[in-house]
Structure formats: C-alpha cells, structure tokens
C-alpha cells in the first residue's frame, strides 16, 4: 500500500511537470513567432531605408543624371535586357535602385542590413532617428558572373552621412573583397 501511494505521489508530480513543460514549450513557441515577426519588421523597415516619404521625396529631385553620355535606349541594350520602371522616374535612385541597375539580376546577397549608429549625441539616440542599416547598404553580387562587393550610401536617411556604424559597413565589405580578390564598387550619395 505504501508502494502504490508512492507511485501515485510520483505520478502527480510527473504530471503537474509535464503540465508545466506543456505551458514552458508553447510559450517558448509564441516568443518564437514573436522574434520572427520583429526580425521580418526590421527587414522590411531596412529595405525601406529612410522611409517611403525620403524614397518619394529622392525620386522627385532633379531628373535622374545619366549614367553615360548614351540615350536611355542605348543603355538599356548596355545594361539590362529590359529597362527597369525607374528610368523613366524625374528624379534620383535610391540606394538599392541604383544596386539593383547595377548588378546581375537577383545576385545581390545584403550584409549588415540591421546596423544601426550608436550616436547619442543630439536627440540621435530616440527610436525615430534609428534606421536599420544606417545610411549605407552593403553587400555582394555579380556582374556580369563575376564576383564583386558592393556599397551604396542611402541618401534617404540622414543624407547618407557617416557614422562609425557606417564606416565599419564599408571597411567590412573591403576586408571581405580583398580576401576573396574582388573589386569593390562604392556607389555615393550623400550631403
């Protein structure tokens, strides 16, 4: 009798813990979907740059300077086999348009996109001044098939201004490019 009142006594409390480590996994799960969900937020606030506003207000500047002296026909035959919507835009390209023209399509691999500046220094440190990437998008892609590292300052945010947290994107992407022997193509934009 006092056997089976121990089975029963270790029985409850195995069941209370599974009880217990049933509520610990759900929660661990929702936290999860939670961290997933506030990662795909700031890749989407990331791609935005300063924000569709800075992106509008770019693209309405004065009309975008050719890239050479050819007409736009001809370097669409240079460039890319169909001409992208934005040629055609009355105003500057942004940070990832001009990557995106730049590059083989679909080649790009990003890199740093959720550094931030650590600046605290006047009002920089409120969350409406953070900007995932921090005014410069870095990364890698090809040309033409062959490898190469690639920077573009983001005028949309702060002007493209340096910070240290940008400085550290580019210097990244240059140790990475002479470790593999390729080129580094700075692509700027800033005030």
């Known amino acids: 009798m006092a056997a089976a ?6 029985g409850a409390r195995l069941s ?3 009880s217990g480590l049933r509520a610990a996994v759900r929660s661990l799960c929702s936290q999860a979907t939670s961290v997933n ?7 989407r606030t990331a791609l935005l740059g300063g924000g569709q506003r800075r992106i509008d207000a770019q693209h309405k500047r004065a009309r975008v300077q050719q890239l050479t002296a050819t007409s736009a026909s001809q370097l669409q035959a240079i460039l890319l086999p169909q001409p992208p919507e934005y040629l055609g835009l009355q105003g500057k390209l942004t940070a990832r348009e001009r990557i995106s023209l730049l590059l083989d399509p679909g080649s790009f691999v990003e890199s740093d996109m959720f550094v931030e500046h650590r600046c605290a220094d006047f009002g920089m440190a409120a969350d409406k001044n953070k900007f995932p990437g921090d005014s410069v998008v870095t ?8 490898l190469v590292y690639v920077f573009s300052q983001d005028f949309t945010v702060f002007g493209g201004s340096l910070s240290g947290a940008h400085a550290q994107k580019i210097c ?3 140790d990475q490019a002479i ?3 390729a080129p580094v193509i700075g692509l700027n934009d800033s005030g």
Do not use: D, H, P
Not at 139 to 145: D, F, P, Q, W
């Open 5 to 10: 009142l121990r089975v029963a006594a270790v």
């Open 16 to 18: 209370v813990l599974a």
């Open 37 to 43: 969900e506030r990662i795909e937020n700031k890749r």
């Open 139 to 146: 990364g890698r892609g090809r040309i033409n098939g062959r």
């Open 172 to 174: 990244k992407i240059m």
């Open 179 to 181: 470790t593999v022997g």
